[in-house]
């Protein structure tokens, strides 16, 4: 099968996945029996993809944990920095990967796996490295220090048939500004996961912001 293939089945598996929710939660579990009842509170706020970032060594069990408990829900590897996390999550059972930033191994590890991989971007450059392999879409990273939603819409005219989860700086107060966008499929942001909610085990508290969030940004 063709890189070409490859990566047009890596889109539309992206796509599928950003449908699901406006909002792709960035989750950092630093205790593991957090995992599940966080992932739970989510789910039960409308939120069902779900990004747990590989910053702990929690990472891959929490994705592991929340993949046999919870096949309702999308669950994805952020922070996949390198080819061998690559391999790590796609064995933890994590059903796509999302990285900071790009390197050209990461990429092409990217189109062999047999998950979709999100890679990030911050500039037109970074953009054509993945273009050239057949990426479409991407996480624009870290988003507001990168120019936000005024680099987003520039990047619409050159690069009319590429689409964004743009995260870092996204809030309940922006949020609704970025996906107005055309090509912003859904926002990245850990607003509806406050860490002294998680820390005190709130998980109404995160169900309640989940909901809410949800219904503030589908409003017309």
């Known amino acids: 099968m063709s890189n070409l ?28 029996s957090e995992a599940l009842p966080l992932a739970n509170a989510l789910l039960d706020g409308g939120i069902s993809t779900l990004e747990v970032t590989l910053r702990t060594q929690t990472g891959l069990d929490a ?15 952020g922070t996949v920095t390198s080819v061998a996390m690559l391999n790590a999550v796609v064995d933890a059972g994590a059903q796509f990967a999302i990285s900071p930033g790009l390197t050209h191994e990461l990429l092409l590890a ?12 911050a500039t037109p450059s970074e953009l054509m490295q993945g273009l050239q392999l057949g990426y479409q879409r991407f996480k624009f990273f870290p ?13 619409a005219g050159p690069f009319s048939d590429v689409c964004f989860c743009p995260t870092g700086g996204i809030n309940a107060n922006n949020a609704r500004e970025y996906l107005a966008l055309p090509n912003v499929m859904c926002v990245g942001g850990s607003w509806v996961v406050p860490s002294d909610a998680v820390r005190n085990k709130d998980w109404q508290r995160i169900t309640e912001l ?8 589908l409003q017309s």
């Open 5 to 32: 293939t490859l990566a047009t089945q890596a889109t539309q598996q992206i796509d599928l996945i950003c449908r699901q929710s406006p909002i792709m939660p960035v989750i950092t579990i630093n205790d593991i």
């Open 63 to 77: 994705i592991s944990i929340i993949r046999k408990a919870l096949p309702e829900a999308f669950v994805g590897a």
């Open 110 to 121: 990217g189109i062999d796996s047999t998950i979709p991989l999100l890679p990030g971007i």
């Open 143 to 155: 988003a507001a220090a990168a120019g936000g939603v005024p680099a987003l819409k520039a990047l």
């Open 210 to 217: 989940s909901k809410l969030s949800i219904q503030a940004l």
